[in-house]
């Protein structure tokens, strides 16, 4: 058997790679720190009127009944997500089904799986590309803290946390589709206390 | 009745409206977009609606059902929600074109059901070369589609407006002369004349010219299996990966629209169109458009997608020498005047010849898998 | 007129719908035409080699069960099998059984994924993925009652079970097998024979028996290319010599042989699991051993016929409690070798189902 | 059932053909020198008989004073395996020369063996990072790694 010479392949210039190591040292280096969670907004309290009132319902209605997820299914979690949005469990009727491809199309990231400091960059910028508003569920033990992987500190990122900022812990390793049901609702919730419309900013005009 | 010149004074028929309002008949051109307008944004959300618990009870799920009775208002809550997202525009794009491609590929779709006759003379503009019409607006979209490919500077989008413009340069063909064979048999261009001459669907005087039709306008809408502007699972979200907010509710509207007007289209052509007992005929219009689009939702569940070589040679190998013979045996049976005298004579020769030239032409002149064409 | 033409590089991944996870390709395309691709791994490399080292024997399992984390229990298998060799440890009968039966159920709920993920990757809009999905939910529900875990079971010990079959177990096997056939069946009327799929993956990448070899490609995907080599026929390990099962193995090694085999070795382990169900016998399902096993000094390789391939536990003892280096041979990893030469020359589109067809889990490639 | 060859008949074997390159045999295992590593790698893959065309895994084991590199050989005709091995005591630039040429599965994993042990395969076409970035400091898989 005659074997082709090795070598007959295109391969990357190794500038090209040592650009994207550098993007990950310096993503590493700046994200020792936690991002805090985004839900202050919860807690203040806003003068609103019935009809904005009214308005904000309908908007968060709908942004909360179409929660079209972004693609970033990293690792083990991605299997109880799938199985979430399989015939059992079918997160298809809270209108979930819709997986979009492209991110920008995407309102939800369910980040199921560890999260790498090689893989972080991309999940930055993933979320980065989602257009406003966004929301992310960390799912897993290893997306809200590393988890069992922890301990490998060279490769693991300890929670996406120091990535992208998180709105709902669904805490299991991996946690079943029925806790994931629970955290979209979770965030369901938390979305329909969402306002909308600032009265303060309309009256200082 | 009179076509072309004194086409308005048809919708008078449909709606009570006097013709002799102030400003005369502008003001029913106006009323009747508007009105067309609201059709078809109302149907986008029915055959959304369709579409996602079709699909959900065919893949043995329960589709949407948490918003309003059966999950109705489902459409209504994307709609919002895809509205009021941000919209981003790329750095890199091209400004100019990327904001403007939606509009020039919604525009089309729309034009479209000015000619489509929901009732006996109910029609915007009861154009006498209609179908000529509808053949020329509908492929405008695929400028607004190249468009959205090349102003996002995105490789997967441009792949994915490059596959779209391929196909349907292929498809028109198959398309236009699957559309003659009626037009044979109709003796007009007009939709509302065709519709008129439907006494039995031309569904069975030209099986095989609905099975074109139905296949090439799949591939011109890229429904599934001919999806491959944007395949997900291959480029991403094809042309429109860059797109957010109110332009991408534009695109996912042109989809819909797109596939209700191909859907309405056949209804006209080959369904008999608004003609049916006891319902009224707009009833009969809108069960027969919800039909056939389910027909796509089906396709689209169980087949898997097709190969660019493949589609490209579906097109010329395929549908294309079987549009021409059909062309050909129908323009026989139109001469020897067998529409008006044999017509029993036809359907039973039409189903026939349609099973043997589809059975020998895919047995022994082309298979999806032979060869390949570089494209 | 020859319009000049030049190639342009594509970056899929590592977040793309269909690389199954976070693998990434640089493919370098003429046109549609891929000349060559480079794939670029590590977006999960989450040091499992490493921490296996400060780990002891028992408490690596759990690693092991997010290796491949389609198949949990098939990686449990190959681990304790490595222990068992380098320690010397028995198994009792009745626990061989049912690490065989857990084996075979969990190849099938793997290769019902790999089989739906390849008809995903050719189009079938998830279809095909969400009947399989509905058939590997009654397998979770088996192994739940056995684990009371749905993905990462952790159920095996080295020397046996954790525990044995709850009572209400073997019913639902029973009621299980007897409903497999019949969906399996489905699957094939649903698109075994249909036109598209024939179209699109026969004598689509291509892989010949020697490359194959020579790539070190094992599982499904070898011997879909013709090479008749089972570990279970050909090493037998744990009790697999005591059934009767057949190897199944195709022509000529395209992407359509790769799904039927896959199809067929469902077949074979619905067979192997209705042997080892009527032969299970009663008695102890774990040996009695001390809390933290010190093996010898010394080196073992266990390996057995994952559902992607030959996985291998690779262990060096320095007779502590935790081992001295523990290798795993990951099959999707060393499968992946193969690609290269198997996407040359085709387009954008039969990339993506070449690579499905492969089957990989980013959690084995980069452990 | 797989039979192990005997590490000590091969290692006769590959004695006779080149002089001096086994360093030590065992029941279980035979260990070559490193410079001969290709030629004895060609010899067991090529010769009738023996036809260890399938290369099953392989891997590093760091003991501090010297990497050993394994590799895990079995031929799918005869139905047996054999394990060879080559050390390379020099911890700051250790290098072996590459197999990928004789078995190509070992593309990938001496790429991983680089990463994670730094240990350097001549002739390798591209020996770059696998699984960690460039710049990534150390070999993780190293004993003294922190």
Redesign the interface.
């Known amino acids: 058997?005659e074997?082709k010479p090795a070598g007959k392949?295109?391969?990357?210039d190794i500038e090209l790679d040592r650009e994207e190591g550098q993007v990950i040292e310096d993503l590493k280096a700046n994200s020792q720190e936690p991002i805090p969670d985004p839900d202050r907004w919860l807690d203040e309290k806003l003068e609103q009127n019935i009809l904005l009132t009214t308005v904000d319902a309908l908007i968060n209605w709908g942004r909360r009944s179409s929660l079209w997820t972004a693609?970033?299914?990293?690792?083990?979690c991605?299997?109880?997500m799938?199985?979430a949005n399989?015939?059992?469990f079918d997160l298809a009727r809270f209108g979930m089904e819709i997986?979009r491809?492209s991110p920008r199309q995407a309102d939800l990231m369910i980040t199921a799986?560890?999260l790498?400091w090689?893989?972080a960059p991309?999940v930055r910028r993933?979320y980065n590309q989602m257009a406003e508003p966004k929301w992310v569920i960390a799912m897993g033990a290893c997306a809200i803290s590393g988890g069992?992987?922890a301990?490998?500190e060279?490769?693991?990122v300890p929670g996406y946390n120091r990535i992208i900022p998180v709105d709902v812990y669904v805490p299991g390793?991996?946690p079943?589709p029925e806790a994931l049901i629970y955290g979209i609702q979770m965030l369901q919730q938390k979305i329909a206390r969402r306002k909308n419309i600032d009265v303060r900013k309309l009256l200082e005009r | 009745m009179a076509t072309g010149e004194l086409s308005i004074y048809n919708l008078v028929k449909f709606q009570a409206i006097p013709p002799d309002w102030p400003g005369g008949f502008w003001w029913h051109w106006l009323f009747f977009t508007v009105v067309v307008i609201g059709f078809v944004l109302t149907m986008v959300m029915g055959v959304i609606y369709i579409e996602r618990r079709g699909?959900g009870r065919?893949?043995?799920?329960l589709g949407p059902n948490r918003t309003g009775p059966f999950g109705l208002l489902q459409p209504v809550a994307d709609a919002i929600k895809v509205l009021l997202k941000e919209n981003i525009v790329p750095v890199a794009a091209d400004k100019i074109v990327h904001w403007l491609a939606p509009v020039i590929a919604f525009a089309p779709a729309l034009m479209i059901f000015a000619v489509i006759p929901f009732e006996n003379g109910a029609l915007l503009a009861d154009l006498n070369i209609g179908i000529l019409y509808v053949v020329a607006i509908s492929s405008v979209s695929t400028v607004g589609i190249f468009m959205a490919g090349w102003g996002s500077s995105n490789?997967?989008s441009l792949?994915g407006a490059m596959r779209n413009v391929a196909a349907v340069v292929s498809y028109e063909i198959p398309l236009v002369l699957a559309i003659v064979g009626v037009v044979l048999i109709a003796g007009s261009l007009s939709l509302n004349q065709m519709v008129v001459a439907q006494d039995i669907p031309f569904i069975l005087l030209q099986p095989l010219g609905f099975l074109l039709f139905f296949t090439a306008g799949c591939a011109e809408i890229n429904r599934?299996?001919f999806?491959?502007m944007e395949?997900?699972?291959?480029?991403?979200a094809g042309f429109h990966t860059e797109y957010s907010g109110m332009k991408f509710a534009m695109f996912y509207l042109v989809e819909y629209a797109e596939a209700v007007a191909i859907s309405a289209i056949i209804t006209t052509l080959f369904l008999g169109g608004w003609r049916g007992p006891l319902l009224p005929p707009w009833l009969w219009f809108i069960v027969k458009v919800m039909l056939v689009f389910f027909a796509m939702v089906w396709t689209?569940?169980?087949?898997?997608?097709?190969?660019?070589?493949?589609l490209m040679a579906f097109a010329w190998k395929f549908l294309l020498p079987m549009s021409l013979l059909n062309l050909f045996i129908t323009a026989l049976q139109v001469l020897a005047d067998w529409p008006t005298q044999l017509i029993w004579a036809m359907i039973i020769v039409n189903f026939a010849v349609m099973a043997i030239i589809i059975l020998i032409w895919s047995r022994f002149f082309f298979?999806?898998?032979w060869g390949r064409i570089?494209? | 007129m020859a319009v000049r033409t030049e190639p342009?590089v594509?970056n899929m991944g590592?977040?793309?719908?269909?690389t199954h996870?976070?693998f990434r390709m640089?493919a370098?395309l003429d046109?549609?035409?891929v000349?060559?691709i480079?794939p670029v791994?590590?977006?999960?490399?989450?040091?499992?080699?490493?921490?296996a080292e400060?780990r002891t024997y028992t408490g690596i399992t759990?690693?092991t069960d997010?290796l491949d984390?389609?198949s949990s229990m098939s990686n449990n298998l190959a681990y304790c099998l490595a222990v068992e060799k380098l320690a010397g440890i028995k198994v009792p009968e009745r626990a061989e059984y049912i690490r065989v039966i857990m084996a075979e159920l969990q190849r099938i709920a793997a290769l019902l994924?790999a089989v739906g993920a390849f008809?995903?990757?050719?189009?079938?809009?998830?279809?095909p993925f969400?009947?399989m999905?509905?058939e590997?939910?009654r397998i979770?529900d088996l192994f739940e009652m056995v684990s009371g875990q749905?993905?990462?079971y952790n159920y095996m010990r080295a020397g046996g079970v954790s525990q044995d079959l709850p009572e209400e177990f073997m019913p639902a096997l029973r009621k299980f097998m007897d409903m497999m056939p019949r969906f399996m069946d489905e699957y094939d009327r649903?698109?075994m024979q249909?036109?598209?799929?024939?179209?699109?993956a026969?004598?689509v990448g291509i892989l010949t028996g020697?490359q194959a070899?020579?790539?070190?490609?094992s599982g499904p995907v070898l011997r879909a290319s013709g090479?008749n080599?089972d570990i279970r026929k050909?090493?037998?390990y744990s009790i697999y010599d005591r059934f009767d099962f057949d190897i199944p193995t195709q022509a000529t090694g395209d992407c359509y042989d790769r799904y039927r085999q896959r199809v067929e070795e469902m077949r074979q382990s619905l067979r192997i699991i209705r042997q080892a169900m009527e032969q299970l016998p009663s008695g102890p399902v774990r040996a009695e051993l001390p809390q933290l096993i010190r093996p010898p000094t010394g080196?073992a390789?266990a390996?057995i016929e994952a559902p992607k391939g030959?996985l291998?536990f690779?262990l060096?003892s320095d007779n502590s409690i935790a081992p001295?280096?523990c290798?795993i041979?990951p099959p999707s990893?060393?499968n992946?070798?193969?690609l290269?030469d198997m996407v040359r020359g085709w387009?954008?589109?039969?990339l993506?189902i070449i690579f499905g067809s492969i089957d990989i889990t980013?959690?084995e490639i980069?452990r | 059932?797989?039979i192990p060859l005997s590490g000590k008949d091969v290692a006769s074997k590959i004695e006779e053909k080149f002089p001096g390159s086994v360093v030590e045999s065992s029941q279980?295992n035979l260990v070559v020198k490193g410079n001969f590593l290709l030629d004895a790698a060609r010899f067991l893959r090529d010769t009738e008989g023996l036809d260890l065309?399938?290369?099953?895994?392989v891997?590093a084991?760091?003991y501090y004073d010297h990497f050993e590199v394994?590799y895990?050989l079995s031929s799918?005709e005869h139905?047996h395996s054999l394990?060879i091995k080559a050390r390379c005591y020099d911890r700051e630039n250790p290098v072996l020369p590459s197999v990928v040429g004789l078995?190509?599965?070992?593309?990938?994993?001496e790429r991983?063996i680089f990463d994670?042990f730094g240990i350097k395969f001549e002739d390798h076409p591209n020996m770059k990072?696998?699984?960690?970035?460039e710049g990534f400091a150390g070999h993780?898989?190293r004993k003294d790694?922190i």
Not at chain 3, 347 to 350: I, L, M
């Open positions: 058997m074997i392949y295109i391969y990357s693609i970033c299914f990293p690792a083990c991605a299997f109880e799938i199985a399989g015939p059992r997986l491809a799986g560890t790498t090689k893989m991309n993933i069992i992987f301990s490998a060279y490769a693991v390793c991996p079943r | 699909m065919m893949q043995s799920r490789k997967y792949l599934s299996p999806d491959l395949a997900d699972s291959e480029i991403v689209r569940t169980t087949l898997p997608r097709i190969r660019i070589d493949q298979r999806l898998g570089e494209v | 342009f594509l590592p977040v793309h719908p269909s996870g976070v640089r370098t046109g549609e035409v000349i060559d480079e791994f590590g977006y999960l490399h989450r040091g499992i080699e490493k921490l400060q759990p690693l997010r984390y389609i994924i008809l995903n990757d050719c189009g079938a809009y998830f279809t969400l009947y999905f509905r590997r939910e979770v749905r993905l990462t649903l698109l249909n036109e598209i799929l024939i179209a699109r026969k004598g020697e070899i020579n790539c070190s490609v090479v080599w050909a090493d037998p080196e390789y390996r030959e291998g690779y060096v001295y280096r290798h041979r990893l060393i992946l070798t193969a290269r387009k954008v589109a039969d993506i980013v959690g980069d | 059932m797989t279980d065309d399938f290369l099953n895994f891997t084991v760091d394994v895990w799918l139905n394990t078995w190509q599965g070992a593309d990938l994993q991983e994670l990072r696998i699984f960690l970035w993780p898989l790694f």
